[in-house]
Each structure stands twice: as C-alpha cells, then as structure tokens.
C-alpha cells in the first residue's frame, strides 16, 4: 500500500472509530473527575564552575515546572473522553514594536492543551483506542516506572532539553492508538500521529507510523520494543528504535534499562544513548527512593558532546499523596574536558489535588 | 572538590537520608484498601485484631474494589479488598509487575435488594430486577407494583458491586442512564428510604439495624427468585444462602502479592479463624465455610 493509501485508512478508520464511539455513548452519566498536578523546583547549584552554571545568576532559584488540569468523564462502560490543559511558562511574545523593531515577552504560567481524546475500550483483546490528541507510545511505559516526572523527564523526553538534539519524540501527538493484549505475556500498540506533537500544527503532509510488542516472559520482567517512522523531506526518512526492560522482581521496587537510538537521514549523525534507573518505596505512603543514570550521545560522529547524568533523590510523602517534597541532586558530567562538572541540588515541590 | 568526591559525597547523603528516614518513620502499618461493601466489615475486624495485638497497626481505606487492585499493583497497598473477582485484565497487569496475588474469602454477602418500605412488592424475579437496572421496566406496575415510576439507585463503576451486579442480574448488558450512580451503600440506603419508587442493592451487613437486629426502618428487603418457577429466598436467610438457593451471593475477598507475611499474615489468619468469622457474623454477612475455608488455608502457607 502507498502512502496515499495508508493516509485513507487511517482517515477512514478515525472516521469510523469515532462514529463507533459515540454511537455506543451514554451521554448523561455522571461519573467524572476533576485532578489538578502541580510541581516546582528550588535549586542551588552547587557547582558553578562547570559549562551549564557558568552563569553566577543561576546560582540559586525558584522554578516553576508544571501545572497540569485533567477532566475525564465516563460517558459508557467502554467510553471515557479525557481533556488536559497544560502549563508551564516558557517565554511568551507579548507585544511588538514595529516603529523600533522590538519585541517585549514574559514568561506567565499560560495554558494549552495537552490532551484532547476519547478513549474506547473493548473486551476483545483487552484493548483500547484512543482518538484525537493523545498519549504517544515511546516512553509511557518508562515514565509510568520512573513515577518522577517531577524531578526528570524519562530519557526519550528529556533528550533534547539537556543536549540541544532533538530525537523527535513527544509525549502526545494529534493521532489515534490501538493498545492491547495478545496473551498475559505479550501486548501490542499501534499508532499513527501527525508527528508534530501538541506544540504545532502540523506541516506536512508525512504521518508518523508506531507500533510497539511487550514481551512479559515472567512474572515481574518485561522487555519492551519500540520503533516510529516519518518521511521527512525529499523522502528521507526519520526512524526511531527503543527497547526497554522492566524488572520488578523486588517488592515496591522497578528497576529500568532504556535504550534508544534516532536515525535521521536528513542529518549525518545518529543520536541516542541509554538510561538505567531504580525506584524503591521504603515504606510506602511515606518514603520513596530513586537513581538514575543516562548516557547522552546527541551525535555518533563526535563522542565530545557526549553527557553523563545521575539523579539521586528522595520522594518523601509530606501530607499523604497530596504533597510530597523531593529533594534531589543532578550531577552532569561531559566528555569534553573543557566543560566541567555540574552538581545541582533541588527541592522539587509537588502537589495533586 | 573533585567531581569524584562530590558525586560520593552525593551518593552518601542519599544513603545516609534513606536509612536515616526509615528509621524515623518507624513501625510499617498494614495498608488495606478497596471495597467500600467492605470497608466497614474489615476496619472492625482491624480494630478487633489491634486490641489482641496492638503493636501490628492496620489502616483500612475504602474507595471501590478497583482502587484496591491499583492500590495492590502500584505498591499503595498490601492487601486488596474486592467484593467481585478481579478481572483479566487486573491479573495480566499484575503479572507484568511482579505481582501474583493470592486470594482469600473471608465473607459471604448475599447481594441484597431493596425497595421503599411503602413498595407494597414482596418478590422479583432475578430477569426482572436485570430489566428494571437496563431500563426495560419504567414502571413498578409492570413487574406487578404500584402505578409509580420507577427510580434507580446503584453504585459508580469502580464499585465491585456494579460490576457483581452487572454480570449476575444484567446479564452484562449496560444499566440504564437513569440510575443514579451513588459513592455507596449508605447512600443507596438513605435514597431509597427517601423516594418512594426507589429501588437499590446494597450489601446484607448495611441493610440491619444493629439495634434492633431487623432491616432499617422505611427499607423493604425484597426476596429474590432465580426464575417464575422457583421460589423466593430472602437475603437473610442464611441456609438459602448456604445452599445457593438465594440467587445472587458472592464471596468477599482479600488479596496479598504473594503467601501473606508480617502482619498481614497474622491479620488474615484470624480473619478466617472461627472468632474472625463470628465477627464476619455478628456484622451481617456471612462466615466462609467448605472448599472456599479449604483454599483459604491453604493460602496462608
């Protein structure tokens, strides 16, 4: 099948998937939720010799990270429609002066939508659709493990914030998912996104196809793989390989290993690296434990750009699941000499209402 | 200060403050959540079984049997309370995360359903009462009532007893919208005692008055039958239940991840000893006997 082709599928199965939903639809159920999540940092930058705190400014501040508003209401048994807005507060343009040919901008807490989506489940196969702007598939495995999208990004969502390379992956995209259970050992998905992500519209007319297979071999040990594909220009093509594994064979505790590799053929270089974490809940309610490890390697041709992280920390349940306060320290170490040693430690503040 | 020392340094205050937390948060306190048809049942036997041995604490939460299942798999909890049996997909997801929960029934309920005490009906039929809940009969004067509209009271879907209810009496065909979706089995009393037409169900043990020992004044017990041939049983009626003759009883579980240990262990075996049970009793439910009290002991090996 072409290209052509494949885009009238997946139009025409949006198309139906919708119809299907809502023609199943009880519409005045009651059953609806109401969550609000919420998270900021103080961090001190114990070290401001290196490459990122060079700056002394930065040597201690407040920031803000996230705010997250959900709605979700049961509309059947089967159907659930889901809407989040988002916040965080990333430079805005507010105004522009054409006569001197400047710009004033501010950096409010302004909200945009993150999710916009009906999900449909069925029996068959345990499975689930989800229409409209959703979840991507990549790293909700890893980051549902990791539970401290608080303190850190998982890896794949992370990448580009600390290497300035982007590897092309968001954490939803304008699409529709097909999720579901082959046998207790082994899941699927299958998606197709516009492959622009929640924070633009998109503009071409290429698709992002992805699909992933869950192996769960034992009880407690899961090996996750993943792979995306979205022509770019002149037919180039953008590929994306993960393989995950999920180890929880220790009570309360997950221990994760996250590979990934981005191939781009519009560029010369691959990107990618690994992540290894552990998360532990000491007394759980109560006191949690995490560390982690990532190696960036933003470009195969030049080990120098290459990025160490490690985050230790503490996840302590302050006032129940409500707040919870997170003390955690960052340590970026590069390859290149020339850049020093980042140590920063953070007060995470998170609360979820 | 080299990055080696500070990255040690790091690591140690890390250490230092895991081992230091636990030792300040002191004694581990058994975390039970789940069934709210349950949660008055097991914070009794808790209370119970804390005054014999008070240096085991257990919190007893409720929120619905599918909050118990996630509470279970997220590490939130250490034992599950469901008045239904867990789903497929529940087990699937706890095999994915190392979780192979081990099951104990620690009551009987005979699922109870109940009209205003005005409802001059005495009996349904289990087709009947699933056509009342699918929105199929509007009207008590269909099913043999008064002239009087008909008004539904049930539970939210994260209760274990919709979904009981939803596999036994409705055949799994969906309720009608009309049902107004309560937060529990009081609720469901305090409505259906209020509106004449209301119908509900709800668990044995809410539907006794302690003091008196009969059912709640203004709430009227329905018998149930499994067909137009067979005979009509009551809820309260404890050899119906025993013997299956009353349509629509169920087990009551409580599930660890694993063989039970700690206090977990000692908890759920007393709960199933024959003084655990005759609290199960004296709160209006039933006690466990036969192949489910073989299985029970067996699981506590």
């Known amino acids: 099948m072409n290209l052509k082709g494949f885009k009238k599928l997946g139009a025409s199965a949006v198309l139906f998937l919708a119809v299907a939903a809502v023609g199943s639809a009880q519409l005045n159920t009651t059953e609806q939720t109401l969550n609000t999540t919420v998270y900021f940092d103080y961090a001190h930058y114990l070290n401001n010799d290196g490459y990122l705190t060079s700056a002394k400014a930065k040597s201690s501040a407040f920031a803000f990270r996230r705010a997250y508003l959900t709605y979700e209401r049961k509309l059947s048994d089967y159907l659930r429609f889901r809407f989040r807005y988002d916040a965080d507060n990333a430079a805005n343009i507010t105004s522009i002066n054409f006569a001197n040919g400047t710009t004033s901008s501010d950096a409010k807490l302004r909200p945009y939508v993150k999710h916009i989506c ?3 489940n069925q029996d068959w196969l345990q499975s689930q659709v989800n229409i409209g702007m959703i979840e991507t598939m990549s790293f909700k495995l890893t980051e549902d493990r990791w539970g401290y999208r608080s303190v850190a990004k998982t890896f794949a969502d992370g990448y580009s914030d600390l290497t300035g390379q982007s590897i092309d992956q968001t954490s939803a995209d304008l699409g529709v998912s097909w999720k579901g259970t082959l046998a207790k050992e082994l899941r699927f998905g299958l998606g197709v996104f516009s492959g622009n992500g929640y924070t633009r519209p998109e503009n071409d007319q290429y698709k992002k196809f992805a699909g992933y297979l869950q192996l769960v071999p034992l009880s407690g040990v899961s090996l996750f793989t993943y792979a995306d594909i979205e022509t770019q220009v002149e037919g180039k093509k953008a590929v994306t390989y993960k393989i995950d594994a999920f180890i929880n064979l220790i009570k309360n505790a997950n221990l994760v290993f996250e590979w990934l590799q981005y191939d781009n053929e519009t560029r010369t270089f691959k990107s990618g690296g690994w992540s290894a974490y552990a998360t532990y809940m000491v007394n759980p309610g109560k006191l949690g434990a995490f560390l982690r490890y990532d190696r960036y390697q933003p470009d195969s041709n030049d080990s120098l750009k290459n990025v160490d992280l490690i985050i230790a920390g503490l996840d302590w349940f302050a006032w129940g699941s409500f707040c919870r306060i997170q003390p955690n320290v960052w340590i970026r170490s590069y390859k290149d000499s020339l850049k020093k040693t980042d140590v920063i430690g953070v007060a995470t503040f998170f609360m979820s209402f | 200060m080299s990055s080696k020392t500070m990255k040690i340094f790091a690591l140690a205050q890390l250490a230092l403050a895991v081992f230091g937390g636990t030792l300040l948060l002191g004694q581990k306190m058994l975390q039970v959540k789940g069934s709210d048809t349950m949660v008055n049942l097991v914070q009794i036997l808790a209370e119970k079984y804390m005054d014999k041995n008070p240096k085991q604490p257990i919190a007893v939460l409720g929120g619905g049997s599918g909050t118990g299942v996630t509470g279970m798999i997220n590490g939130t909890c250490e034992i599950a309370n469901t008045s ?17 929960p081990r099951f104990f029934a620690v009551a009987i309920d005979s699922l109870s359903v109940i009209v205003n005490g005005k409802n001059p009906l005495n009996e349904l039929t289990i087709a009947q009462v699933g056509a009342i809940y699918r929105g199929e009969v509007k009207n008590w004067k269909a099913v043999g009532g008064p002239d009087m509209k008909v008004s539904l009271y049930g539970r939210q879907s994260n209760s274990g007893t919709y979904v009981f209810f939803l596999e036994h009496v409705l055949g799994n065909k969906p309720y009608t919208t009309d049902m107004k979706e309560m937060n529990g089995n009081a609720q469901i009393i305090e409505g259906v005692i209020t509106d004449g037409g209301g119908i509900g169900y709800v668990g044995v043990g ?10 709640m004044k203004g709430l009227k017990v329905l018998n149930i039958k499994k067909d137009d041939k067979a005979e009509a049983f009551s809820p309260l009626d404890k050899a119906a239940v025993d013997s299956g ?5 169920r087990p009551l579980w409580m599930a660890t991840s694993g063989s039970p240990k700690g206090t977990a262990a000692g908890f759920l075996a007393w709960i199933v000893s024959p003084e655990g049970q005759k609290v199960v009793e004296a709160e209006g439910f039933y006690p466990v006997g036969g192949k489910l009290m073989e299985q029970n002991l067996k699981n506590l090996k």
């Open chain 1, 118 to 120: 009906l999900q449909w």
């Open chain 2, 206 to 215: 809410y539907i006794i008055d302690q003091a008196t020992g009969k059912p």
């Open chain 2, 84 to 100: 239904r049996d867990w789903r497929q997909k529940e087990i699937d997801m706890a095999w994915e995360k190392g979780i192979r």
């Open chain 2, 245 to 249: 003759a009353y349509p629509v009883s």
